[in-house]
């Protein structure tokens, strides 16, 4: 085993701790996207309103949409077909990459002019953004870890929707119980 797939199984990387993670990141993105707002009606009227101002909003909406696509898949049974671990995975590992994107964005525009109370904002945006993606990092990983139970679980296994018969082959059930509400 190597030690990439040992340092999965270390506690720190619990899924018992996903759904609350994922809370304090919508609380966190909503803290960004309303700072966001705040730093662009700071902004003087000479500067003109740029990508590096308003990237961190349109990428806070991003993550709140894949925030609330995992929730709901999650805990709505009629939503369950529409569960992946896969597309968790790929949605989780994409928000660490697009969320650095929104840090250097900000580092740039901070370059461009940082005055009083608008260059403290851009960095209190740019520390959240640091904390956000590391976050977004943890529930990556968490999410691969939830895709190598679901892929080598061996036992008994749950429909993936209601309409599936018992004995067909799905997903195990391991990676539908590690989550807790």
């Not at 991003?62 to 569960?83: A, D, G, M, P, W």
């Not at 525009?109 to 953004?129: F, H, T």
């Not at 999410?143 to 309409?163: D, F, H, I, M």
Request: proline share 3%; net charge positive; charged share 15%.
């Amino acid at each position: 085993m190597s030690s990439a797939s040992r340092s999965l199984d270390h506690p720190l990387f619990s899924t018992s701790f996903k759904n609350k993670m994922h809370y304090i990141q919508i609380a966190l993105v909503t803290t960004v996207i309303i700072l966001t707002g705040v730093r662009i009606a700071l902004k003087p009227s000479f500067l003109p309103v740029t990508r590096s101002d308003t990237m961190a909003i349109v990428m806070g909406v991003k993550t709140i949409v894949v925030i609330t696509y995992q929730l709901l898949t999650t805990h709505i049974s009629s939503l369950k077909r529409f569960r992946s671990t896969k597309a968790y995975l790929i949605l989780n590992s994409l928000e660490v990459v697009f969320w650095l994107a929104v840090m250097v964005l900000t580092g740039m525009g901070m370059s461009r002019y940082c005055q009083g109370s608008y260059c403290g904002i851009s960095v209190v945006i740019l520390l959240l953004a640091l904390v956000i993606m590391t976050f977004s990092f943890w529930t990556a990983v968490v999410s691969k870890k939830l895709r190598r139970e679901e892929k080598y679980a061996v036992g008994s296994s749950l429909p993936t929707y209601q309409n599936q018969m018992e004995d067909s082959p799905t997903k195990p059930a391991a990676a539908y119980t590690t989550y807790q509400v």
